[in-house]
């Protein structure tokens, strides 16, 4: 049975039994805490927690969701899946458990014939909450259990689980309640006998009930929250994957030869000429482009384009892990477009609209293809040579640097550079990249506001600007009757502009704030007749001419009357940050000295940065000084007041010029405090300095050679991250047990503890360690007189594998030896030395560790003395250790 029908027979059994049917939502549903949806249960949060009544008592859906926290494990399980559809069936204090248990226990047995899905009732086990686990249920969830038991379900396929498995809450205070699961036994050659509780790959979860039923009024962990009461009213949220199903009722071993998912394996397998079945690093490579060619599809369906934030960088890490792969496979022609289409015919039965979004889909595809392709050619030849630089220097870690110019100049992604250096068994400096990336970014935002903020010239806004300049009336006005004065679109003056069009309007005089000085633009709309434009950004292209930015949902034309009008509460939320910028300034020059100078700074409600000239960074008891010096400013009401005057008058006052550039005659002077605060601006300002309210320092760090930059949050902005401080030090202080004026020292103590602790583990580690040398040295078997010594090591990492190797290979003396060490664990490393005498003989650490890697499903490589690699495939050190052998009966002609 094709997923599309599971699908279909899902919905129409509950849609028979009085659901209604609602269709997915967008996997960007607009919910600020997550980046997409991941449960079939978001679109029906607002319900279930009361923020909006439910339209309808009984839901049933199909939902698209996507999960990336387990990407590194796509195509090594038979569960992983980035993208996967969830069938639910919810209920809004309608049917409960009883009805709840009873229809999916008809629809999973229920006969093929009836439309339901026949599972044989004997392979059907279900687990419950258990007895004793939380006061409420001091019997566990004998209701459910009875229901289960009244369906058909004997004790013995009736397990009971703890809170972690078997109670669901969303992490907040909130609904909650116990929950039910169905699993399906896919027989001895899976795994032991003994219910989920014994193996959950032989028993497979298909379906998870939950039975909202509690209030809970703190939660602390899944396993720990304590409950309020009941709630007003019960409700049923079910999931069931759809994979899941798919693969059981299609008799696959695992998702990724599904219906919806092999289609496109077959075809890189057809493309590359590797076979499917034939070879484990092959198959994952496969599976993970099975997997990640569909999620892409889905995600760039509902208009996700790749990038280098948030949702954007999830696809193209997504993209560019199929292309990558399809690469590994032997194939380096252009794929992608092609992998997505044999997707789209097999997903486009469940989702006609990917047919709609299919040519806009194959172009940013192609796109991100070609560039990556670049990225791969240029970025791994730096790659290769810089982990040959640090291999030769016998270093384990990959600088930051390097990782970062792979990034900045090469595109390559951190993830991509963290596989490739794992791969030959090396790690990244992950926390220098980090560092490296802030500033870089810190720096390309300020560029691009640079750039912004002094657009390019273009002849028509030089004919604009002819014409007049543009008044700005928005020291006194928000709201002004006005009429458009010009029109630019894609750089051309236009005299009229058609509906959904995105264009620069010119205003006969304007209230909109340009963005220049540091303060962000004005936000708000121009009202006409015919509808509101929402303004998105407002630039001074060339001095005197304000643009604005504007979506035109209708026809506008040059002569149109509107009314422009600024959002208030953004306007004084940027007045409170600039003026907040000011007060920051003088402090900064009154307490560090006068040469603290601005040397840029942006400003926007709610938040400033400002950089200023100074070689050395602000101590804490500084920095507290600073802040406090800033509220004290803030406090005591000091007046705001602009005033006109001529350039050499506002100099001879003191006051400040910010800007680095030529003034006109005539300059805007404001001023706060008398003489604290002087600075020659053209922003918008409050009137009174307590009007900020509060300002909270947040961070302070170098952006360059002699610069420095301080980042605050204002107003309500402040007092929010302030409380969420207040409450994380009251958390920290209850877990502690500690007053909060003793935290610092407890914090102290425990590292102090921890450190020592940590001392102590790496010598026992060591001790034990050196207690396994003679053991090695007297297990060495010899080979034509070469001593050959290998073990797996427990518990050693790369570091202790060297450090052995070297021990044990100095054991023998004038003899030939090679020594292979194996770390066990999820990623073993790998280790090989060779004393001088087995060098003699042609023998090279380096070339056995390049053939022994490769068992374990990584590489290696390294000096001819001592070399070290890595992988993915623990089970595989035996194999290793035969392929060492070989390589060193190879070169003995053997």
């Not at 805007?668 to 300002?685: A, N, Q």
Request: charged content about 25%; overall charge negative.
């Amino acid at each position: 049975m094709k997923a599309a029908e599971i699908g279909r027979r899902y919905v129409d059994f509950f849609a028979a039994r009085g659901h209604t049917i609602v269709p997915s939502a967008s996997l960007l549903y607009n919910d600020p805490t997550l980046l997409f949806v991941n449960a079939g249960m978001v679109p029906f949060k607002a319900y279930f927690i009361g923020a909006e009544p439910s339209p309808y008592k009984r839901a049933v859906s199909l939902q698209k969701c996507v999960r990336t926290l387990d990407i590194e494990d796509v195509g090594k399980t038979t569960r992983h899946g980035t993208f996967f559809q969830m069938l639910g069936n919810f209920s809004f204090g309608d049917y409960f458990k009883r009805e709840a248990i009873e229809w999916a226990w008809e629809l999973v047995t229920g006969s093929v014939e009836d439309g339901c899905f026949g599972f044989e009732p004997d392979k059907i086990w279900v687990t419950v909450l258990g007895a004793g686990l939380h006061p409420e249920y001091p019997e566990g969830d004998i209701e459910a259990k009875n229901y289960w038991k009244a369906v058909g379900v004997p004790d013995e396929r009736i397990q009971s689980r703890g809170l972690k498995d078997n109670y669901w809450n969303m992490g907040i205070p909130g609904p909650g309640g116990p929950c039910s699961e169905i699993y399906i036994d896919r027989g001895p050659e899976f795994g032991p006998e003994g219910g989920p509780n014994a193996d959950e790959d032989r028993y497979l979860e298909i379906w998870n009930l939950v039975f909202q039923q509690e209030d809970l009024s703190v939660v602390r962990a899944k396993d720990d929250f304590d409950i309020a009461g009941p709630l007003p009213g019960k409700n049923i949220d079910t999931g069931a994957g759809l994979e899941r199903i798919a693969l059981l009722m299609q008799g696959v071993d695992n998702m990724y030869e599904t219906d919806e998912v092999f289609p496109v394996i077959a075809r890189a397998s057809e493309l590359s000429g590797k076979k499917y079945g034939t070879d484990h690093v092959n198959d994952v490579r496969l599976r993970v482009i099975g997997d990640h060619v569909r999620s892409s599809l889905m995600l760039m369906t509902d208009g996700v384009a790749p990038g280098n934030e948030a949702r954007g960088y999830v696809l193209r890490r997504l993209m560019r892990r199929s292309i990558r792969s399809m690469r590994l496979l032997g194939y380096a022609a252009p794929s992608v477009v092609d992998l997505l289409d044999v997707s789209r015919n097999v997903m486009h039965t469940s989702y006609p609209d990917i047919d709609d979004q299919w040519e806009r889909i194959r172009e940013i595809a192609s796109a991100e293809e070609e560039s990556f392709g670049h990225t791969l050619n240029s970025g791994t030849a730096l790659f290769d040579l810089a982990a040959q630089q640090v291999r030769s220097s016998g270093g384990q870690v990959l600088a930051g640097d390097k990782a970062f110019q792979l990034h900045d100049t090469y595109g390559f992604p951190i993830d991509l550079t963290l596989e490739m250096a794992a791969e030959q068994g090396l790690s990244v400096d992950q926390d220098a990249f980090r560092t490296l990336m802030n500033e870089q970014r810190q720096r390309a935002k300020a560029d691009a506001r640079a750039k912004k903020g002094s657009a390019v010239q273009t002849e028509a806004y030089q004919v604009l600007r002819a014409e007049g300049e543009t008044p700005f009336l928005g020291y006194t006005d928000l709201s002004v009757d006005t009429k458009v004065r010009g029109l630019i679109a894609d750089g051309e003056s236009v005299t009229s502009v058609p509906a959904g069009s995105i264009v620069e309007v010119v205003l006969r005089e304007t209230p909109f704030y340009a963005e220049s000085g540091g303060q962000d633009s004005d936000r708000g709309i121009l009202r006409t007749p015919a509808g509101d434009l929402k303004v998105l950004d407002v630039q001074r292209p060339v001095p005197g001419l304000i643009v604005h930015k504007v979506e035109v949902p209708n026809e506008l034309a040059i002569g149109d009357a509107v009314t422009a009008l600024v959002d208030g509460f953004n306007r004084r939320g940027a007045c409170q940050a600039h003026s907040a910028t000011h007060v920051l300034h003088a402090a900064l020059r009154e307490l560090i000295g006068s040469g603290a100078t601005q040397a840029g700074s942006f400003n926007k409600p709610g938040y400033l940065r400002f950089d200023y000239s100074s070689t050395k960074g602000l101590s804490p008891e500084l920095r507290a000084e600073i802040e406090e010096r800033c509220n004290v400013a803030i406090r005591d009401d000091l007046e705001v007041t602009a005033t006109q005057m001529k350039l050499e008058d506002a100099k001879a006052l003191g006051a400040m010029a910010m800007f680095g550039e030529k003034y006109p005659p005539i300059v805007r002077m404001v001023e706060m405090g008398g003489p604290w605060s002087r600075e020659l601006c053209g922003g918008t300002h409050v009137q009174h300095s307590s009007q900020i309210g509060l300002l909270s320092l947040l961070g302070e760090q170098s952006v360059g050679s002699g610069a420095r930059r301080v980042e605050a949050l204002v107003s309500t902005d402040a007092f929010a991250h302030m409380a969420a401080e207040r409450a994380l030090v009251n958390e920290l202080s209850n877990t502690l047990r500690v007053q909060p004026d003793q935290l610092g020292d407890r914090v102290q103590a425990m590292v102090a503890e921890l450190k020592s602790a940590q001392k102590t583990i790496s010598e026992l580690r060591m001790t034990q360690l050196q207690a396994q040398v003679a053991g090695i040295v007297a297990k060495a078997a010899d080979i034509e007189g070469v001593l050959f010594a290998a073990q797996v090591v427990d518990g050693a990492d790369a570091g202790d594998l060297r450090s052995l190797a070297c021990q044990v290979r100095d054991q023998f003396g004038a003899r030939a030896a090679v020594v292979v060490l194996i770390g066990s664990g999820s990623k073993p490393s790998i280790v090989v030395a060779v004393n001088g005498q087995g060098r003699d003989l042609g023998i090279k650490a380096g070339e056995i560790v390049r053939h022994a890697a490769v068992e374990l499903g990584g590489k290696g490589g390294g000096k001819d003395d001592i070399a070290q690699g890595g992988g993915s495939q623990p089970d595989a050190a035996p194999q290793a250790i035969e392929a060492a052998r070989h390589q060193v009966e190879a070169v003995l002609g053997r």
